[in-house]
């Protein structure tokens, strides 16, 4: 198993530029979720999704719109991107609510 | 208010000896489960340990223990006989509620372990 893969790995954006940020996980985990990480904090919660057409707003969701059509994918869109984006985001699933999440290897973003 | 506290922005420890990093949290819900998870320098997070609000026992995963004091709101985590490869960013998080989807994290303690 692969577990949850994201790309890109790194990514560089003009201000007002957009851009999707892929997840893919194949554990056929219902629960999937969108952090970002910015320099020596902890993880926010942007979006997550309970199972394929369900997502709802974590605590950051402002400046970012996610999609959930499967089960194994959970993309996240940012629009119109500005320099507070700028951040490593993770993309997580787990099995049930309540239990561990396994983390995908992140996304370095550069707003510039 | 912050949902999860980490006061220990840094810390260190001797190889072989043990060491406990602080969390605390703060939440209204009787439900909730608490989390800690490790970060190296790769930056990857690898989850450690969970314990869940109505857990009798404390939880522990090898040489990982969860020291959960429920009146005190307290979820320290124990590594015993630390090793190199524990130096890391150490993050405290938690799941609120019975029903809720939302996870709270700690800004995290960075562990560096002396040989």
């Known amino acids: 198993n692969a577990g949850v893969t994201q790309t890109p790995k790194f990514r560089i954006l003009k201000i007002g530029q957009s851009m999707t940020l892929q997840c893919t996980q194949d554990m056929n985990h219902n629960y999937m979720y969108w952090y970002r990480q910015d320099p020596g904090m902890g993880l926010k919660l942007i979006y997550y999704s309970v199972g394929a057409g369900i997502t709802d707003k974590g605590e950051v969701p402002n400046g970012y719109n996610v999609s959930r059509s499967t089960t194994e994918d959970f993309p996240l869109r940012l629009e119109l991107a500005a320099p507070s984006q700028t951040s490593v985001y993770f993309c997580?699933?787990?099995?049930?609510?309540?239990?561990?999440?396994?983390f995908g290897p992140g996304t370095r973003l550069t707003v510039t | 208010a912050q949902k999860i506290t980490q006061t220990q922005p840094g810390m260190f420890v001797q190889e072989k000896e043990a060491v406990t990093l602080d969390c605390t949290y703060d939440?209204?819900?009787?439900?909730?489960?608490l989390f800690w998870y490790k970060q190296p320098s790769s930056g990857e997070m690898i989850f450690l340990i969970y314990?869940?609000?109505?857990?009798?026992q404390n939880a522990t995963e090898g040489r990982y223990s969860l020291n959960f004091q429920k009146a005190r709101k307290s979820a320290n985590l124990v590594i015993s006989a630390s090793q190199l490869g524990d130096s890391a960013m150490y993050f405290c998080a938690m799941r609120e509620g019975d029903t809720g989807n939302q996870f709270y994290f700690g800004t995290g303690t960075s562990l560096t372990v002396i040989p």
């Open positions: 997580a699933s787990s099995y049930v609510r309540v239990y561990e999440q396994y």
């Open positions: 314990q869940g609000s109505y857990d009798e």
């Open positions: 939440t209204s819900d009787q439900s909730y489960g």
